[in-house]
């Protein structure tokens, strides 16, 4: 009876040490510059825009409109956006009460290929999930 609960011990503490390294074996980098279709999941609503990455800024084309900001952070699998909306006849309220409320940001699983998986947070809370899909790397 013994030797059972000791190799079901080994066992569990075996695969819970593997689970931790795949976790943390992410392949993250910095995402390139370039143009990226971010397009959410069906309970998402479908929308999809485009946002371009180019150095330390980033354009967000959505709905015939551009939303220029600054990248705060691109690393470690997430993507921060610092969305700098002015109060100029270009933005509505709801867009300059979002950018000074909330720090959105994009966690990916990876950070390689040309399909990249997400979930959006920070818009109402640092832990709640705004949105989830794919940013589509455009060629």
Same mark, same amino acid.
Do not use: W
């Given at each position: 009876? #013994? #030797?059972?609960?000791?190799?079901s011990i080994s066992a569990?503490?075996?695969?819970?040490?593997?689970?931790?390294?795949?976790?943390? @074996? %992410?392949? =993250?980098?910095?995402?390139?510059?370039?143009k990226y279709r971010v397009?959410?999941?069906?309970?998402?609503?479908?929308?999809?825009?485009?946002?371009?990455?180019? @150095?330390?800024?980033?354009?967000?084309? /959505?709905?015939? #409109?551009?939303?220029?900001? /600054?990248?705060?952070?691109?690393?470690? =699998?997430?993507? $921060?956006?610092?969305?700098?909306?002015?109060?100029?006849?270009?933005?509505?309220?709801? %867009? $300059?009460?979002?950018?000074?409320?909330?720090?959105?940001?994009?966690?990916? %699983?990876?950070?390689?290929?040309?399909?990249?998986?997400?979930?959006?947070?920070?818009?109402?809370?640092?832990?709640?999930t705004s949105g989830e899909? %794919?940013?589509?790397?455009? $060629?």
């Amino acid at each position: 009876m #013994r #030797r059972k609960i000791s190799l079901s011990i080994s066992a569990t503490t075996t695969a819970l040490l593997l689970l931790g390294k795949l976790a943390h @074996g %992410q392949d =993250c980098e910095k995402l390139e510059d370039g143009k990226y279709r971010v397009k959410f999941n069906k309970e998402f609503g479908s929308a999809s825009y485009v946002l371009s990455l180019e @150095g330390d800024y980033f354009t967000e084309l /959505k709905d015939g #409109r551009e939303i220029k900001g /600054k990248i705060d952070g691109n690393e470690n =699998c997430t993507l $921060r956006l610092n969305y700098m909306i002015t109060s100029d006849t270009t933005s509505n309220a709801v %867009q $300059r009460v979002l950018s000074k409320s909330s720090k959105p940001y994009f966690e990916f %699983q990876t950070t390689r290929g040309r399909r990249l998986k997400f979930r959006l947070t920070g818009y109402a809370g640092p832990h709640t999930t705004s949105g989830e899909g %794919q940013f589509i790397k455009k $060629r």
